[in-house]
Structures are given as C-alpha cells and as structure tokens.
T-cell receptor, first 113, second 116 residues
Framework: AQSVTQPDIHITVSEGASLELRCNYS??????LFWYVQSPGQGLQLLLK??????LVQGIKGFEAEFKRSQSSFNLRKPSVHWSDAAEYFC???????????FGTGTRLQVFP | DAGVIQSPRHEVTEMGQEVTLRCKPI?????LFWYRQTMMRGLELLIY????????DSGMPEDRFSAKMPNASFSTLKIQPSEPRDSAVYFC??????????????FGEGSRLTVL
C-alpha cells in the first residue's frame, strides 16, 4: 500500500538552529516526492519536489531535501531556521502525471527566539 | 494573479442541514481536488476532477457527500444531510497536471465547517 510517514508530530527549535524533518514513504513504483508547508489559517504551498536526477533538491525559502532510495526517505532540511518558518510541514508522494498525492500527517514546527 | 478561491471561509450549521462549499480554480488549470483536513485523519483526498470530469471519488466518505464541476471555473462540494463528524477544514486545490507539471497543487485558504 502507498503511504507516507512523518514520525515527528511536533518539533521545537531555536531560531538560527538547523532543522531536519523526517519523511519515509512506501510506494510501489518510482516515487515522486514533495514537501508542502501550511501556515496557520492558510492552504498548503509547495516547497520543493523530486522527480529524478540529483537526489538533493533545492526549494524555496532556503529549504532542501535529500532522496535516499535505500532508506525510502525524503528528509527536509534547513541550515538556519527563522521565526517565520513556524508552520506545519507535509511530505507527499504521488504518481507522475496525475497529481493525486498522498500526504503524510504533518510535522508542526515551533521556533523559539 | 488570483489564486484558488473558496467560499465560504467559515460555515457553522446544525446537524441535518445541507452544506455547499464552492471553489474557483486558477484559470487554465485542468485538475481540481477536494481535500478534507482533520486533526484525527490529517489531509484526505475526497475527489479529483480532470478536465471537469470526476476521475477518482474513492475518498468520498459516503453518499451524503457529492461534488460537481459544471465548468472549468467552478466546483461545488455538497454535504446533505450534514453531521457533526463532518466538521473539518475543506480545501480545494487546482493544478496543471500532465506534461511534466506534476506535483504543484495550488491550494485555496480552505472552508472551515462546524456542524453542531
């Protein structure tokens, strides 16, 4: 069965600290992987996506993610977190050409000054 | 450019009443999605349309839920009759699917439904 697991429900970091949000997936075919961010009261916004090629992908707002096939993981990272990064982050997996994405349950990021 | 527009933003209704949520996708997009978000179940895909045609409605919870897309610029999600367990935030999203554009869904701000 296709699924996405985000093991961390809630993460708290200090502003300026590094960040890594975990994502593991189960998918029968070659996965297409995504990270979305949801600010309070807003819809989701695409941060980055991986289809093929270089396994380290760069996204908006200084985020990057690394695809590791052997670990079925697609972890999101940022070297230095800003207070404005406080939000909920969703990992998603989907097939090519349909946009029918399966979302993880999300990780809520809290940033302390 | 206008994004995905949803209405109403908030709806409070009583059990048994009919609820209609509306969505205007981004002009030119060919796919439209209805999602439901709750604390317990996260983000669930209810139904999606491609070129105004429902492609997959396997996520629609039961017959009380129905969705239509009469044209490329408008979709509705209807719940009749509504129940307290339908309380959630309902998101509409659109995309330009196919031809290598996979994955970028543009979400509206959501409709928060409370059924008393």
């Amino acid at each position: 069965a296709q699924s996405v697991t985000q093991p961390d429900i809630h993460i708290t970091v200090s502003e300026g600290a590094s960040l890594e949000l975990r994502c593991n997936y189960s998918y029968g075919a070659t996965p297409y992987l995504f990270w979305y961010v949801q600010s309070p009261g807003q819809g989701l916004q695409l941060l980055l996506k991986y289809f093929s090629g270089d396994t380290l992908v760069q996204g908006i707002k200084g985020f990057e993610a690394e695809f590791k096939r052997s670990q079925s993981s697609f972890n999101l990272r940022k070297p230095s977190v800003h207070w404005s990064d406080a939000a909920e982050y969703f990992c998603a997996v989907g097939p090519y050409n349909t946009d029918k994405l399966i979302f993880g349950t999300g990780t809520r990021l809290q940033v302390f000054p | 450019d206008a994004g995905v527009i949803q209405s109403p933003r908030h709806e409070v209704t009583e059990m048994g009443q009919e609820v209609t949520l509306r969505c205007k996708p981004i002009s030119g997009h060919n796919s439209l999605f209805w999602y439901r978000q709750t604390m317990m179940r996260g983000l669930e895909l209810l139904i999606y349309f491609n070129n105004n045609v429902p492609i997959d409605d396997s996520g629609m919870p039961e017959d009380r839920f129905s969705a239509k897309m009469p044209n490329a610029s408008f979709s509705t999600l209807k719940i009749q009759p509504s129940e307290p367990r339908d309380s959630a935030v309902y998101f509409c999203a659109s995309s330009l699917a196919g031809q290598g554009n996979t994955g970028e869904l543009f979400f509206g701000e959501g409709s928060r439904l409370t059924v008393l």
